[in-house]
């Protein structure tokens, strides 16, 4: 049985305004695999509305931490009131999208991610009892942890490419 342990924060970004949206896949392409990540878009939905078109993109990054754990980050973004504009920049013209954008960023570590536990009723009561008793404080504490300042990292570099002014880490040194 495969266990998911959410990090329990959510990280939310809104934004209003001019942005280039593939250059923003191609920065938070580069963060996954920078750091490992397998990077997977999971939805694309693109509905024309009467104020212009509206996006729903969903992108899932994972990556195993141990031979037990693996790391999921899911970034879910709405945009709407999707409108083209050419803006010039740097002395060229760029096509980029004008709108309104929310970001939800979450985190999850899973544990026994390669099933080794389900090959018995017996090995399954035994995973269960380990992640309850023994590795209990590890998962809750450490990995979540973990997994909270990946999700914040990754949003300061969403919030940066964005220009909305947030460059200061939580902590540098951790993690």
């Not at 212009?52 to 693996?70: A, F, H, P, S, V």
């Not at 002395?91 to 018995?120: H, L, N």
């Not at 809750?140 to 947030?166: E, R, S, T």
């Amino acid at each position: 049985m495969t266990a998911v342990y959410s990090s329990g924060i959510h990280h939310i970004i809104k934004f209003k305004g001019v942005f280039d949206l593939a250059m923003l896949y191609k920065v938070a392409q580069k963060w996954f695999a920078k750091r490992g990540y397998e990077f997977h878009e999971t939805l694309f939905r693109d509905k024309q509305e009467s104020m212009g078109r509206e996006l729903t993109i969903e992108w899932d990054g994972w990556k195993r931490y141990t031979m037990y754990l693996k790391y999921i980050v899911r970034v879910r973004f709405k945009i709407w009131h999707v409108n083209e504009v050419e803006v010039v920049q740097n002395g060229e013209k760029r096509r980029m999208i004008r709108g309104r954008m929310r970001i939800i960023i979450t985190g999850e570590v899973e544990a026994d991610y390669s099933r080794r536990f389900e090959v018995s009723p017996f090995a399954k009561a035994l995973q269960k009892f380990h992640d309850t008793y023994l590795f209990k404080k590890e998962l809750d504490h450490l990995y979540a942890d973990q997994m909270h300042y990946i999700q914040y990292k990754l949003g300061l570099v969403i919030k940066k490419f964005l220009n909305m002014g947030a460059y200061t880490e939580q902590s540098d040194d951790i993690w």
